[in-house]
């Protein structure tokens, strides 16, 4: 069974950092894209973070560029992003998802994921 499961999140007050990890079963993650999304109470998912295939590819939101980063270890089934600096407005659930579609490049679509985890909270507050 394919499965993606986010783990990582939790409160942490501003300026803090967090690591996010998405473990991957069910597929071979070396075969996918990985992108990282959020959803704030009241807004539409978004893009964070999203990595190619190899690990030589990523793309970042303007809001997080500098103080996240993305990163997989194929070997482990396993993709991360560590967040540092964090803000208020950071404040979502955040989800990973497989594109198995894209070759070379990140995938910076949602519509293009095909396999979602569950999520996992993160709160910025002090």
């Known amino acids: 069974q394919l499965q993606l499961v986010e783990s990582g999140g939790g409160l942490v007050q501003p300026g803090g950092s967090l690591r996010l990890s998405c473990t991957t079963s069910?597929?071979?993650?070396?075969?996918?894209?990985i992108g990282w999304f959020r959803q704030a109470p009241g807004k539409e998912r978004e893009v964070v973070a999203a990595i190619s295939r190899s690990g030589g590819r990523t793309y970042y939101a303007d809001s997080v560029k500098g103080r996240f980063t993305i990163s997989r270890d194929n070997a482990k089934n396993t993709v991360y992003l560590q967040m540092n600096s964090l803000k208020p407005e950071d404040t979502a659930v955040y989800y990973c998802?497989?594109?198995?579609?894209?070759?070379?490049?990140?995938?910076?679509?949602?519509?293009?994921?095909?396999?979602w985890g569950q999520g996992t909270q993160v709160t910025v507050s002090s």
């Open positions: 998802a497989a594109d198995a579609d894209s070759y070379y490049y990140p995938t910076v679509s949602e519509r293009q994921y095909e396999y």
């Open positions: 069910g597929f071979t993650l070396d075969y996918h894209a």
